[in-house]
């Protein structure tokens, strides 16, 4: 089957670190999807798992290769670190391996509106001010998800469909529902005052599209709970895309000289992105 073609894909939270991370599904899904240009909007490598303990199976390797082949054929791949990847916001406008690196950007839709792209974590209160904090929930969030893998692996024993407990978990507490919903407030007032039509982020989990006080709300969602992805057709328009399907005799990963070391951590060069 012929993969969709899109003049544009935004993907974020992928946490390839964490053990949780789905990168079997990502990487299904940018075999059936192409894009002039592809934006990755924060999280991506989880920085903060990889130093409490290193975990880092082979396809994590496979999801990286992936965008650097992509790139390598005339993709455009632009990448805004989040909080759990901020080590590479000290090199911004560098290249690794022809992905761009930058901290924010305005992006300019096919039918000429524009959206300010940010991962999202600059106005997260939380990650800001009470690191500590971030850090507990982090390892609070692990065990939730510790909780989905056993649970699916029992679901899928009874032939039943896959059901995120962490998902369901963040969305009974008000606490969390409070914290979306002033996240949202927040993003959209940052977006007002850059004078844009909208505004495309990440860090919450929470993949959604909607119209806030004048201003479109996207948040691209996680390939950890709910494997979404954000796709701009060629007139301007978007689509939330759920990624479930996996197909299981998918093709092997191109071999490359360097597998043991993600290419993102390696030394980056400046320059120019070849074309």
């Known amino acids: ?17 964490s053990k949780a991370a789905k990168a079997d599904f990502l990487l299904d899904f940018m075999r ?3 894009a002039d240009t592809i934006i990755l909007v924060g999280d991506i490598i989880d920085g903060w798992r990889l130093k409490r303990s290193w975990h880092w199976p082979q396809a994590f390797n496979d999801v990286i290769q992936k965008m650097l082949r992509k790139a390598r054929k005339g993709t455009r791949i632009v990448y805004i670190p989040g909080n759990h990847d901020e080590f590479l916001r000290e090199f911004p406008g560098t290249h690794f391996g022809g992905v761009e690196v930058a901290r924010q950007m305005i992006f300019e839709a096919g039918d000429g509106k524009k959206y300010l792209i940010i991962h999202g974590d600059e106005f997260d209160v939380v990650v800001r001010h009470a690191r500590i904090v ?18 699916a692996f029992v679901r899928r024993k009874l032939g039943l469909p896959y059901w995120s407990f962490s998902a369901w978990a963040k969305l009974q507490v008000k606490h969390a529902v409070n914290f979306i919903g002033e996240f949202q407030r927040v993003v959209v007032e940052e977006a007002r005052r850059n004078e844009v039509d909208g505004v495309i982020c990440g860090h919450i989990h929470h993949a959604v599209m909607e119209e806030l006080d004048g201003i479109r709300y996207i948040n691209t969602g996680d390939w950890v709970e709910s494997c979404t992805a954000i796709a701009e057709h060629f ?11 996996i197909e299981e005799a998918a093709p092997a990963a191109e ?5 043991a070391l ?14």
Do not use: C
Not at 236 to 243: H, N, Q, R, V
Not at 255 to 259: A, G
Not at 263 to 272: E, V
């Open 134 to 151: 971030a850090y507990l929930g982090d390892w609070a969030y692990d065990a939730a998800i510790a909780i989905n893998q056993v649970l």
């Open 235 to 245: 007139d301007g328009t978007f689509e939330l895309i759920t990624w479930q399907k």
């Open 1 to 17: 089957m012929e993969p969709r073609k899109f003049r544009t894909l935004f993907i974020s939270d992928v946490h390839l670190g």
């Open 32 to 34: 059936h999807h192409e």
């Open 255 to 259: 071999p490359t000289d360097d597998e």
């Open 262 to 275: 993600p290419p993102f951590l390696a030394a980056p060069r400046s320059g120019k992105r070849a074309a």
